[in-house]
């Protein structure tokens, strides 16, 4: 018996604050001043944890996944403290603890909102990562690996049980690897935002052909590619805008209403973002932004009546 949503999240809060003051205590009394005591006892906390979330709930009325979820977290938090106490490690060090702990608990933890969370932290550090050793050029790559992924695991058939979140976990990851276009080391690197938007272009493209090339010819469909290039190519450094676009497809050709909203959402930040980047007068900004919106609302339209709508 599936447990009410807003039970689960007043159970997490819960066992946060019973963690929370469990820890307190243990401040109080002094006994985390023993560095490896944190060690020790984070990582026992995480191995009992992970033995428990693989006991069988079927039966219970109330879930315990997130009390689950909250004492994992908080036994790494523990275990993480012990490690820079100890060990006393340098940022990247720390940066690949927490990169190999979030891949165990991916694979080791059966707890659905640590797997929902596991792949977006995974993405996120990864690039913090390539920032720290200064290796831009694997962003491209990484956000092709991140596309791929997406695209694979969209397909009901491929989704293995127990990790129906990786769709959702997935586009969140592909969204936060855009967004890093916005940041300063990547707006000095030009050419890197510019092939991840190749990369969600290519994507584009091929997810296209895949799903219209059996209900029409090659002739409309590399004027609709060509179409679909000449929007976007005007925001070439901030992928976002067609990453955005992608998952609208993605998930509206595939049935996930919440992805679509999601990308709705992140296309109107990313060409916030992109029009207040542009070196040029308000006037000319607004004249671009309602040339590019008539041309959205012309593409809307023409996903709306295509064979693509109605193989959905």
Sequence with gaps: MRSIWYIEILS????????GFFLLCLVVLGLLNYEYLNLFLGLLVMIFVSILSFIPQKDQKVSFRPVIFSFLNQGFVLFLFGVYEVFKPTDISFLWTILSFQTLFFFFVSNPIQRFLSPILFFVFSVVLLFEYKILILVPILTAVSVALFYRFTQPENIPENFESLPYSL????????GFSFF???KQSPKIPQLQTVVFYLAGCFFLYQELI??????????????????????????????SFLVILVSFAKGYPF????????????????????DSTLLEKSQMMFGSSLLFFLSYFGLRFSPFRKKR
């Design 259 to 278: 992805l679509t909203y999601l990308a709705w959402a992140s296309l109107v930040l990313f060409y916030f973002g992109f029009y207040y980047d542009l």
């Design 12 to 19: 997490f809060f819960g066992s946060l604050l019973a963690g």
């Design 214 to 243: 059996p209900q029409t010819n090659y002739r409309i469909l590399t004027t609709l590619l060509l179409f679909f290039g000449l929007i976007f190519f005007p925001t070439l450094e901030t992928p976002g805008v067609i990453a």
């Design 184 to 186: 300063p080391e990547l």
């Design 171 to 178: 586009c969140i990851s592909l969204l936060c690897l855009a």
